[in-house]
């Protein structure tokens, strides 16, 4: 479902946890990170939209979050050519998204990424709320510039600035936060929910992968 002008309505996610961390997937069988995000089908509200998205993409369900704001209007952003199937070329120009800043009240084992049978991720971690856009796919990055200063006003003020967006300051992830909570650990000792791995430093890994997600 397109708009006249070639973009797809899609919503994106930012989730908090209680120390206002940001949940951080890691494309499966890619090395780039991203927020969970997904299209708007025909008849959805960009709410119905996310609810969806939010249990296809990392397990939870509405009773697990509160959602804390939403972006005001629709923040777009082309794709280069090179990642649009050829029969779409010509017609499908990009995204546009509403984002959504949700904060999860319930426990890290709720988190699974293995909820459907089509996962998107396959790996996740908490990452400092400003996220290093270096290690984000290049044209999407404005995008996440505008959703995470815009939604940050709804931050605790200590949260609220932004110290890591561009500038090529590359920030180092909390070492000491919280590990994910299941029954299963990690070569690093950290416990992880169900159908999750953990990558302590994803910013560390010098290649990249480009794709168009949905």
Known sequence: ????????????????????QVFWGKRIRSHSWQFPQGGIDRGETPEQAMYRELHEEVGLMPEHVSIVARTRDWLRYEVP?????RDARGHYKGQKQIWYLL?????DWNLNLRATSHPEFDAW????????LDVVVEFKRGVYELALTELSRY??????RNRYLRGGVRHRGNEDGPAPISMS??????????????????Q??????HFEPK
Not at 103 to 107: D, E, G, I, T, Y
Not at 155 to 160: D, G, S, V, Y
Not at 185 to 200: K, T, V
């Open 204 to 209: 560390n890994d010098s290649r990249s992968a």
């Open 155 to 160: 931050l605790p003020k200590a949260e609220n």
């Open 81 to 85: 050519d090179r990642f649009i199937r």
């Open 1 to 20: 479902m397109l708009d006249r002008e070639g973009f797809r309505p899609n919503v994106g996610i930012i989730l908090l946890n209680q120390r206002n």
């Open 185 to 202: 650990l990690s070569p690093h000792g950290l416990e992880l929910p169900p159908g999750a791995s953990f990558d302590p430093d994803p």
């Open 125 to 132: 971690r908490w990452h400092d709320y400003w996220v290093p």
């Open 103 to 107: 904060r999860l009240v319930a426990q």
